[in-house]
């Protein structure tokens, strides 16, 4: 894959996000670790810091590094006029730095061949997110706009596209007529990590629920677009979006919990509320569901949860869809209902990239009595993945590919679904419960559901 040659500027390169996640992607790249894109740290100091310096030595790149204050746009686009070519600004900062330095930009700064990369969220609400659109759209055409959200280039969530749309069985089987509830489920075993300057302004609901799980939903639930091409797979996306809403009162079709102390994986793990740099007044949740409805004839009545969780038992990232019961059995044909058996049965697409594949609970006469079922998991892998999720998505920002950048009014709509339970939640409307870190979370009401195979 060769890509035209390109500068990529890392502004707030001494981040965590860039050490931990874009590095690491970044050395995944041929046209990278080969020096066809030429690599730029930016920050405030005058010398790069450790982190920047360490990730490069431990993954093999090599980079110069720029003085830039994303606080003084003259510095910034100062810094943009010392590179010809194509390139590309990466903001890798906080949000509501990455909002003030582009709403300083006036329209005409921004030479051609600059594109820009900003990072999730988009906005803090649906008001703000319409507002920085509006902004970005002054600023530079939308071929030059990349909204990153790396789960869009997840192999696991990409594996849908093929799964759905080129096998009619699944098709077929992916319907109201078939399916019972879809439950897209996103459950971590990290705590807060020293993250509470950003976590706790956000919380689970905003983190993970508006920014990832929505999009995972749409594109578990879309009709399929004419092409893989930006356009058709965005107005697909919006398409389903704009039908989806929240299925009750928001005290009826949400909840939210944060972790008390307990341990995880055997190590201790304070309350939510003693870690450093939380405010306990802000009751942020780091446990979130909603449930959701679709007004679309193949999934009107399916109920829709998302849930997200930290500090959890064990990690667990998947869509379950859990299929109706059979109309009618014949007499004699059965099976016992306890154990592992009890549970419903479901198709399971696993979203963590080391479980790629489908999961299918299926009924199976056993080797004893013929006329018993007993209850078997049919599976298959999905390969090894080309890149990480982070890889995918630099490589299609570095060729100019936006098929897997978040479009402006996708991420427009995402707050507008989430906006009654985040104004309940704001009111005191829905009361924050407690769940022990380590634990499986809250008790569910639907427990049969959401105890699945390990």
């Not at 009751?283 to 979130?288: F, H, I, M, R």
């Not at 679309?296 to 998947?318: F, M, Q």
């Not at 009014?409 to 009654?420: D, H, K, L, N, S």
Request: proline content about 6%.
């Amino acid at each position: 894959m060769g890509m035209e040659p390109t500068t990529l500027i890392i502004l707030g390169a001494g981040g965590d996000l860039t050490s931990r996640l874009i590095v690491p992607a970044l050395a995944e790249i041929a046209d990278v670790r080969e020096g066809r894109v030429v690599l730029v740290g930016a920050g405030r100091s005058a010398e790069p810091p450790e982190s920047w310096t360490d990730a490069l030595d431990q993954h093999g790149l090599k980079a110069t590094w720029a003085e830039a204050d994303a606080s003084s746009p003259g510095e910034v686009l100062d810094l943009l006029e010392q590179h010809s070519g194509r390139t590309v600004l990466y903001l890798a900062l906080p949000p509501s730095v990455t909002v003030s330095l582009i709403e300083s930009f006036s329209p005409g700064d921004l030479p051609e061949r600059v594109s820009l990369a900003l990072e999730k969220p988009f906005g803090s609400d649906r008001e703000s997110a319409e507002s920085l659109d509006r902004t970005l759209a002054r600023l530079l055409p939308e071929s030059r706009t990349f909204r990153v959200d790396h789960f869009l280039g997840s192999a696991s969530v990409l594996t849908l596209l093929g799964l759905r749309f080129a096998n009619r069985a699944i098709d077929r089987l992916w319907h109201r007529e078939a399916i019972e509830r879809i439950e897209i489920v996103w459950e971590e075993t990290l705590a807060l990590e020293g993250r509470a300057g950003y976590y706790d302004s956000t919380g689970a609901l905003v983190d993970m629920v508006q920014s990832h799980l929505l999009l995972v939903s749409a594109l578990a639930l879309m009709d399929a677009p004419s092409s893989l091409d930006v356009d058709d797979v965005r107005a697909a996306v919006d398409d389903l979006l704009s039908t989806m809403s929240l299925a009750d009162a928001p005290d009826r079709a949400s909840r939210r919990a944060r972790y008390t102390s307990g341990d995880v994986d055997g190590e201790p793990v304070p309350a939510y509320v003693d870690e450093n740099d939380v405010d306990p007044e802000l009751e942020t949740e780091t446990w979130a569901e909603i449930v959701l409805e679709v007004d679309h004839d193949r999934w009107r009545g399916v109920p829709i949860v998302l849930r997200t969780g930290k500090a959890l038992e064990r990690d667990r990232s998947e869509i379950v869809a859990v299929l109706r019961e059979p109309e009618e059995v014949p007499s004699g044909l059965h099976e016992p209902r306890s154990g592992e058996t009890a549970r419903p049965a479901m198709v399971r697409l696993p979203l963590d990239e080391e479980r790629l594949g489908v999961e299918i609970d299926i009924d199976l006469n056993g080797a004893g009595d013929p006329r018993v079922l007993e209850r078997r998991v049919l599976s298959t892998g999905g390969g090894e993945p080309r890149l990480s999720a982070y890889g995918e998505v630099l490589t299609s920002i570095l060729s100019g590919d936006r098929w897997l950048s978040v479009g402006g009014q996708t991420a427009i709509r995402c707050w507008e679904i989430i906006e009654p339970v985040l104004r309940a939640w704001s009111k005191g409307e829905v009361v924050i419960e407690e769940y022990a870190a380590g634990s499986s979370g809250p008790v569910l009401e639907r427990e049969s559901t959401s105890k699945v195979p390990e």
